[in-house]
T-cell receptor, first 111, second 113 residues
Framework: AQRVTQPEKLLSVFKGAPVELKCNYS??????LFWYVQYSRQRLQLLLR??SRESIKGFTADLNKGETSFHLKKPFAQEEDSAMYYC?????????????FGKGTKLTVNP | DAGITQSPRYKITETGRQVTLMCHQT?????MFWYRQDLGHGLRLIYY???????DKGEVPDGYVVSRSKTENFPLTLESATRSQTSVYFC????????????FGPGTRLTVL
């Protein structure tokens, strides 16, 4: 079964410290992985996707097929990074397209 | 992001009542989705639609009904609301060639008493 695991419900770091939000997935096919973010009082929005290999707001995420992971990293956290982060797995099953989300990690960056 | 809107934003209803949550998008996106967000469960897909008149079940469809007579609208109906359906409901849409880049509405907070 396709599954996304985010082991940390809550993560708290200090401003300027490195941050890593963990995401592991289970999928038998070729996965498409994403990170979505929800800032306070804002809509859920796409942060980045693995195929583009981009850095958004200083965040990067590398797909590691061997470890089935897609951890989100930022070398120096900022207070405005405080938000709810969801890892998502894109899959095609029987011709239908669905995103499977993890349960989310709430990141708090303290001053 | 006025392209996708949800109404109402807040709703309180009673057990057994029928409730319809509205979702409207102005991008002519092919795909539309309904999720519920609950503490400890994250986002779970209720129903989705690949195009007008095409809908399919997600992970937690029981107790919900959807329709998509027009591309821009995707209403979600709770036929007989239960307390377990108290949640925040998000609608999302995406285009046919980038279906996994989903654009989310602001959400509807539903309380069933």
């Amino acid at each position: 079964a396709q599954r996304v695991t985010q082991p940390e419900k809550l993560l708290s770091v200090f401003k300027g410290a490195p941050v890593e939000l963990k995401c592991n997935y289970s999928y038998s096919g070729s996965p498409e992985l994403f990170w979505y973010v929800q800032y306070s009082r804002q809509r859920l929005q796409l942060l980045l996707r693995h195929i583009s290999r981009e850095s958004i707001k200083g965040f990067t995420a590398d797909l590691n097929k061997g470890e089935t992971s897609f951890h989100l990293k930022k070398p120096f956290a900022q207070e405005e990074d405080s938000a709810m982060y969801y890892c998502a797995l894109g899959k095609t099953q029987g011709g239908s397209e669905k995103l499977v989300f993890g349960k989310g990690t709430k990141l708090t960056v303290n001053p | 992001d006025a392209g996708i809107t949800q109404s109402p934003r807040y709703k309180i209803t009673e057990t057994g009542r029928q409730v319809t949550l509205m979702c409207h998008q102005t991008w002519s996106h092919s795909y539309m989705f309904w999720y519920r967000q609950d503490l400890g469960h994250g986002l779970r897909l209720i129903y989705y639609s690949a195009a007008a008149d095409i809908t399919d079940k997600g992970e937690v469809p029981d107790g919900y009904v959807v329709s998509r007579s027009k591309t821009e609208n995707f209403p979600l109906t709770l036929e007989s609301a239960t307390r377990s359906q108290t949640s925040v409901y998000f609608c999302a849409s995406s285009d046919w060639d980038s279906w996994n880049e989903q654009f989310f509405g602001p959400g509807t907070r539903l309380t069933v008493l």
